[in-house]
């Protein structure tokens, strides 16, 4: 670790990088580049939801932040191809961690937003009724 940058000083630029990997069509785009190189549209379809141009500005953060290659094919259409550099395959493993994770713990953290949400608007009705009375 660089003693330079510190991510909780809000002037470091490691910032920078904290913001782009908390946006989940990133996450999605290089859980799916770490497995293999896609095209555009592969990319589009694999992702349900993603919008053409969400997905296109995604994908050029991504470039410029060194993470995702683009490589364009001479065929008519231009084929345009992305896949992960070394440096976002440093950064794959955990990306899929993250995934994972999310897949393997839905059902408890659905559970406990219930139960929440169950708690909160007992206490709500309960603060209610005493504040007519």
Do not use: H
């Amino acid at each position: 670790m660089d003693p330079a940058y510190d991510v909780y000083c809000e002037a470091c630029p490691t910032r920078l990088v904290l913001d782009r990997l908390a946006d989940k069509w990133v996450l999605l785009v290089m859980g799916l580049l770490g497995r293999e190189p896609l095209r555009f549209n592969q990319l589009r379809r694999e992702i349900e939801g993603v919008s053409q141009k969400v997905l296109s500005q995604t994908l050029k953060r991504l470039e410029r932040d060194g993470l995702v290659a683009r490589q364009a094919f001479a065929t008519v259409p231009v084929t345009v191809e992305y896949s992960i550099t070394p440096l976002g395959r440093t950064l794959s493993d955990t990306v899929r961690a993250v995934g994972l994770w999310a897949e393997t713990n839905i059902e408890a953290v659905l559970a406990a937003q219930a139960a929440y949400d169950a708690q909160s608007g007992t206490e709500a009705g309960a603060q209610t009724s005493r504040a007519t009375t």
